[in-house]
Nanobody, 116 residues
Framework: QLQASGGGLVQAGGSLRLSCVVS????????MGWYRQAPGKQRDLVAA???????NYADSVKGRAMISRDNAKNTVYLQMNGLKPEDTAVYYC????????????WGQGTEVTVSS
């Protein structure tokens, strides 16, 4: 089970840190990702972090976002800075085993609204 939190209303230029707690004992082996879905748009990958800590980011958030994980707390974070109105979306955390192509497990989403 994945439980995301940390969303809210923020002004443009502000920051938010999203958190996702994962239940179970296999968190450290998962690849973790943050996706977002804006109204009327598809769900897109924002950032991902491997079990070893390697990260990748969507071009739209590079330099403004940082994904991290704390294996002791079974938690993955997404720090977003310099927020823009176009960052407004529901953000979902997701998990998958290393060998999987698609994410297997999904959280319920946390809504981020950036006002201009």
């Amino acid at each position: 089970q994945l439980q995301a939190s940390g969303g809210g209303l923020v002004q443009a230029g502000g920051s938010l840190r999203l958190s996702c707690v994962v239940s179970g004992s296999t968190f450290s082996s998962y690849v973790m990702g943050w996706y977002r879905q804006a109204p009327g748009k598809q769900r897109d990958l924002v950032a991902a972090i491997s079990s070893g800590g390697s990260t990748n980011y969507a071009d739209s958030v590079k330099g403004r976002a940082m994904i991290s994980r704390d294996n002791a707390k079974n938690t993955v974070y997404l720090q977003m800075n310099g927020l823009k109105p176009e960052d407004t979306a529901v953000y979902y955390c997701a998990a998958k085993s290393k060998m999987r192509v698609v994410y297997e497990y999904w959280g319920q989403g946390t809504e981020v609204t950036v006002s201009s």
